[in-house]
Structure formats: structure tokens, C-alpha cells
């Protein structure tokens, strides 16, 4: 699929909308109130972002199969297309840049020049959530998790953020592998 | 007090018509102190900082000596009860100038959030070597033409009358401005409402506010 069809699905796709900053409040509210429960433990406060997003992205590939009527990617690089301008396009509204692919084309990164999430926030001032909290790590989760439920084993976690200070904020993801067809056990 | 003594300001129209006739630009430069207070008058925020406008290096001067910075808070927080009486008078949430306080020829000026918090800025002109000396009294009206350089002088007229329009107009925008990343900054999911701001996002955008406009 071409990448240009690839965007016009993306753009053509119509979904409810919802105020971005009910989105932007309520997920900092959970950031936060997370950060409160693990009692400013950075690591654990990612781990469970990405465990939501996880969770998330199990159900909504689902809805986004659904709604963009797109059909099965015949390679990891027509993947990630779909996924920055189609996924990201829909329940986002942004289009991360797809970039940095590595030569066996099983990685890339998605840079994110705007990034609803994290509007207004500026991370706590306690000297190092600004070294470990990745406020956005709920989007590495939703990827993980909606691929998986295709056949796609990734890994992804995020190597820069703005909120720490950095030029970018972007995402790495990696392909595992694919799942291949599990057979159900046969039966004695 | 030394700084306070020099002149009893009679009223502050006649002492503001000298100031704004005075020929040297580099006297015009005016201190500032910005105070965010919450509604139970919890400061929040506090920034000292001079006129920029008019080749003005932007450093505060205050009157008092640097041990006595104190005093600022203090003319601040003593404006709060007219503030109070001043917050019903009309429906916007600037309210200008509210109170002068004479001995230290401090100004305040106002400005009222929705949700309760006061925004304060203390305006101080510089200590003038002989105050009255060139005195014609012309107001604010005199201001572009008598100085010697006019574009610095016009520009600098912010710091000469702490009553006239043209400031009005200018501290109207930087409250503004600030009341803008204000609101930026208590959307941020990690302040608390009533906790004291110490973003130094915030602090930046408040000195280029100053900057900008004052």
C-alpha cells in the first residue's frame, strides 16, 4: 500500500472527537496520581503506564481494524506507515515521523513533534523524574499491545522525551518477532 | 529608609508630571515586584525585575536596601484589603491601579483571576537625585516630545508614569501574558492548586513578560 493511501485513510477516517484537553487532563491525572501510589518510583510508575497502554491496545486494535477498514500489512515497514498515519491519525490526531530504520527493516523510531499527552506538563522538580519517568509510556504499551494481537511480538520504549528536556521526543520499536499460528494442543 | 525620604509625595499626579519631564532616560527606569497570591492569600510566586523598554537592563532598583527586600511583600500584602473593596467595583479582572503607597512611592496595580487568585505588581520609579526640580507639570501628554532622545524617552514613558494610559495599557498585557502561562501551569498534571509555583518554565515566561512589555 502506498504510503500516500496510507495517509489518506488516515485523514479520511472519521471518529468522534473529544476535547484534547479532557484527554490531556485526565491522563496526567492518572501519571500523577500513579506517581503518588508508587510513591514517586519512576520505574514502576512506567512498567504500569506501559501495562495499561498494554491493556489498551488489546481491545483498540479491534476498533481501529474496524473503523479504517485497512487490511493485513505485508511487511513491517507498510506496519509502521499504518501505524503512524493511520493509528496515530485517528485517536490521536498527530502523525509521528517515521524514521531511523535499521537495515534488516525490524526497527524504527517514531518522532512525535506533537504529542497531545503531554500539554502543560512539566515534570515534578525532585531531580529525577526528569532522568526516569517517561510521562507518555502508556503509548509504548498500546503498541506493544495492539500488535501482539496481530501476530506481532515488539518491544518499544521511548529514547528521548521534550518533557526532559530534549529536542525529540521519540519512540523506538523494535520487531521481535512474528507469531506464528499456535496449534491447540492435541488431544490424547 | 533613607531612599524613602527624599521628598513627602504630596499627590501622585504632581509628583509623576516631574518625573515624566526629566531628561534623562536612565533615571526613568522603573523596579518591579510581581506577586501571585493564592485565594487565601498563600503566596505563590514572587519576581523582582526592572524596565527593559527604552535600553533599560532590566534589573531591579528597589528604594530599599537589599537587606530590606522584605518591604516590598510587605507594601504588597498591605494592599490586599483594598483590593478586596476594589474586586466588586466593576466585572473585569483588571483592576489597574489600586493602591499607592507614598512613603516608599510604590504603586500596585492588579489584576483578579476568576478562581481567586490575585496577581500584584508593585511599581517602583527610581530614586530621583532633586525630584522637583524641572517640574512643569504638563502630564503624560509631555512625554514625547520634551526628552532628548524622543524614541527613547517615548519608550521609557512606561517607566515614567506609573498612572498614565500607555502603562496602564502595558502592565494590562503583561497580566495578561502571565495570566495565560498561569493557566498553562496549573494544568500541569504535577501542581497542586494552592502550591507555590516553581516551575522555571513559568518564571522564564513571567521575566520575558517583563521584558516584553514593561
Not at chain 2, 532622545?149 to 512606561?158: D, K, L, Q, V, W
Not at chain 2, 502595558?170 to 498534571?189: G, I, W
Not at chain 2, 502550591?195 to 522555571?200: F, L, T, V
Amino acid at each position: 500500500m502506498s504510503s500516500t493511501k496510507t495517509s489518506r485513510i488516515g485523514e479520511e477516517t472519521r471518529v468522534d472527537k473529544v476535547n484534547a484537553e479532557l484527554v490531556t487532563l485526565t491522563y496526567g491525572t492518572i501519571v500523577a496520581q500513579l506517581c503518588q501510589d508508587y510513591d514517586s518510583n519512576y520505574q514502576d510508575v512506567n512498567k504500569q503506564l506501559d501495562k495499561m497502554g498494554y491493556n489498551i491496545g488489546m481491545r483498540l486494535i479491534e476498533d481501529f481494524l474496524a473503523k479504517s477498514g485497512v487490511g493485513r500489512c505485508a511487511n513491517f515497514r507498510e506496519t509502521a506507515d499504518m501505524i503512524a498515519k493511520v493509528g496515530f491519525k485517528i485517536f490521536l490526531n498527530v502523525t509521528p515521523t517515521v524514521t531511523n530504520w535499521t537495515s534488516d527493516n525490524t526497527q524504527f523510531s517514531l518522532i512525535f513533534e506533537d504529542n497531545p499527552l503531554a500539554d502543560f506538563v512539566e515534570l515534578p522538580d525532585d531531580g529525577r523524574a526528569q532522568d526516569e519517568l517517561w510521562f507518555s509510556n502508556i503509548l509504548c504499551g498500546v503498541l506493544r499491545g495492539s500488535l501482539e494481537m496481530v501476530q506481532m511480538q515488539i518491544e518499544a520504549h521511548f529514547v528521548s522525551d521534550v518533557l526532559r528536556g530534549d529536542d525529540t521526543t521519540e519512540m523506538r520499536v523494535s520487531l521481535v518477532r512474528y507469531i506464528e499460528d499456535e496449534m491447540p494442543p492435541e488431544e490424547e | 529608609m533613607a531612599a524613602a525620604s527624599k521628598a513627602a509625595i504630596p499627590s501622585s499626579s504632581a509628583v509623576l508630571g516631574s518625573i515624566s519631564t526629566l531628561n534623562n532616560p536612565s533615571l526613568l527606569k522603573m523596579s518591579y515586584y510581581f506577586t501571585i497570591l493564592s485565594p487565601t492569600d498563600t503566596p505563590l510566586f514572587n519576581i523582582a525585575f526592572g524596565t527593559s523598554k527604552g535600553g533599560g537592563d532590566g534589573i531591579a532598583r528597589f528604594r530599599f536596601p537589599e537587606t530590606a527586600q522584605y518591604m516590598n511583600q510587605f507594601i504588597i500584602h498591605s494592599s490586599l484589603d483594598i483590593l478586596e473593596e476594589a474586586q466588586w467595583t466593576n466585572g473585569g479582572m483588571y483592576l489597574k491601579h489600586i493602591d499607592t503607597y507614598p512613603p516608599a512611592a510604590a504603586y500596585i496595580t492588579a489584576f483578579l483571576t476568576p478562581s481567586g487568585a490575585r496577581f500584584l505588581l508593585l511599581h517602583q520609579p527610581p530614586n530621583l537625585p532633586s525630584s522637583t526640580s524641572s517640574s512643569s507639570g504638563l502630564g503624560s501628554s509631555s512625554l514625547l516630545g520634551t526628552a532628548g532622545s524622543t524614541t527613547r524617552a517615548s519608550s521609557s514613558s512606561i517607566a515614567a508614569n506609573p498612572t498614565s494610559p500607555q502603562t496602564e495599557e502595558a502592565v494590562r498585557q503583561f497580566m495578561n501574558e502571565v495570566y495565560e502561562n498561569y493557566v498553562k501551569t496549573a494544568m500541569s498534571p504535577f501542581y497542586k492548586q494552592g502550591m507555590e509555583i516553581k516551575s522555571p518554565v513559568f518564571r522564564t515566561r513571567v521575566t520575558a513578560a517583563g521584558k516584553k512589555w514593561l
